[in-house]
Nanobody, 128 residues
Framework: QVQLVESGGGLVQAGGSLRLSCAVS????????MGWFRQAPGKEREVVAAISWSAGRTYYADSVKGRFTISRDNAKNTVYLQMNSLKPEDTAVYYC?????????????????????WGQGTQVTVSS
């Protein structure tokens, strides 16, 4: 069984930075897609960024391009989301997700149904 544990959320002022971590344990996969999603109150869950575990290909939602960076450390089995220039509209619960396959199509990357495993979520609050 795969377990994902997020950390690094918190309260930050607009313009500030946070780095989220997602520690992966359990089964390992020769190819996988790791995604960060977020859900704000009253809004649908949306993908923020994703990365292919082996090739390191990345995907970003338009709303975070240039501000967020997703990366992975294979040795530590950890995926990171560096969030800079945070805005109040970035406030949400952020979830890490894993799919035991490598997606190249943004259609699948953006869909929560494409991911088999989810973390418990970490709250990010950006004050204005």
């Amino acid at each position: 069984q795969v377990q994902l544990v997020e950390s690094g959320g918190g309260l930050v002022q607009a313009g500030g930075s946070l780095r989220l971590s997602c520690a992966v344990s359990g089964r390992t996969f020769s190819s996988a897609t790791m995604g960060w999603f977020r859900q704000a109150p009253g809004k649908e869950r949306e993908v923020v960024a994703a990365i292919s575990w082996s090739a390191g290909r990345t995907y970003y939602a338009d709303s975070v391009k240039g501000r967020f960076t997703i990366s992975r450390d294979n040795a530590k089995n950890t995926v990171y989301l560096q969030m800079n220039s945070l805005k109040p509209e970035d406030t949400a619960v952020y979830y890490c997700a894993a799919a035991p396959r490598s997606y190249s199509s943004s259609y699948y990357i953006r869909s929560g149904a494409s991911y088999d495993y989810w973390g418990q979520g970490t709250q990010v609050t950006v004050s204005s």
